[in-house]
């Protein structure tokens, strides 16, 4: 365990259910969070190939009885699952907004009195790039994706409000293993930034930009710094790399420098 992880060691003492567990961020929390000493149960459709030693429930998140189930005597819910890019409606009124209820009121229903949301960058993604968006920005969604991840906020503050939960929604930039595109620069939370933040204590409340400590960034860190989590890492180190396979930097009216949410915003 490195230091800036054992500072954040002693979060949780019983279970976290991760759902989604088998997706691309949830494989960097299953592999970061036991550092911490964190004990996990992971929820998704299926288990990942080759599987690992995380306890696994099988399920969907449109099934509340099976959440409930899963969620008994957790301490907390990490929820990712969901269609993680833009789709048709009805898909998304599945998945990304009924199943998203689901989760919380599983977790009220099993007494689990905080939980951390996947949000996105697109559900504030019509910003523009050039402006320095706090955590408290309102939503701007920039495709039919981002109003799902809007809604999630909004539930989340309700879930807060109505039954004092804990709630923390992360707007993600790009949580990948490594950076593949140039805006990645400026949006990207590393996997140890990733861990940290979901690992971070809480308020009643919160919404936060889920970004490292990017040069580039166009979002602010305040409401991870009040979390308790200060990302560390920058992506500069990747952009001689990135410069040279992708030709240079992004042209001025390339939409993926332009706003937040990149070339989302250039769909239907």
């Known amino acids: ?11 949780i003492t019983r279970p976290v259910l991760i759902t989604g567990a088998a997706g691309a961020v949830g494989t ?3 592999q970061g969070l036991p550092g911490l000493g964190w004990q996990l149960r992971c929820f998704d459709v299926a288990p990942p190939d080759p599987p690992d030693d995380v306890p696994w429930l099988l399920g969907d998140i449109s099934d509340r009885r099976r959440l409930v189930e899963a969620m008994r005597g957790a301490g907390a819910v990490i929820h990712l699952a ?24 599983a977790a ?10 996947a949000s996105s960058n697109h559900a504030v993604g019509r910003y523009t790039a050039d402006t320095r968006l706090s ?16 809604f999630g906020e909004a ?13 923390a929604c992360v707007r993600i930039g790009s949580c990948f293993a490594h950076p593949t595109q140039l805006r990645h620069l400026a949006t990207r939370l590393s996997p140890g930034d990733a861990v940290l933040l979901f690992a971070a204590p809480g308020l009643r409340f919160a919404t936060v930009n889920g970004i490292s400590a990017n040069i580039r960034a166009w979002w602010d860190l305040d409401g991870a710094r009040a979390l308790g989590c200060a990302p560390q890492d920058d992506e500069e180190g990747w952009a001689r790399d990135l410069l040279a396979r992708h030709g240079g930097e992004l042209a001025p009216d390339d939409p993926d420098a332009t706003f ?9």
């Open 1 to 11: 365990m490195d230091q800036r992880h054992a500072e954040h060691s002693s979060g």
């Open 28 to 30: 960097i929390l299953r």
């Open 82 to 105: 969901g269609i993680p890019h833009e789709a048709d409606f009805p898909r998304l009124l599945h998945t990304n907004i009924d199943g998203t209820y689901q989760v919380f009121e």
């Open 108 to 117: 009220r229903e099993a007494g689990v009195t905080r939980v951390l949301y």
């Open 135 to 150: 955590d408290s920005a309102r939503p701007r969604p920039d495709s039919l994706y981002g109003v799902s991840k809007a």
């Open 155 to 167: 539930l989340g503050s309700y879930y807060a409000d109505r039954f004092g939960m804990r709630v």
């Open 260 to 268: 937040v949410g990149g070339r989302m915003t250039a769909g239907r």
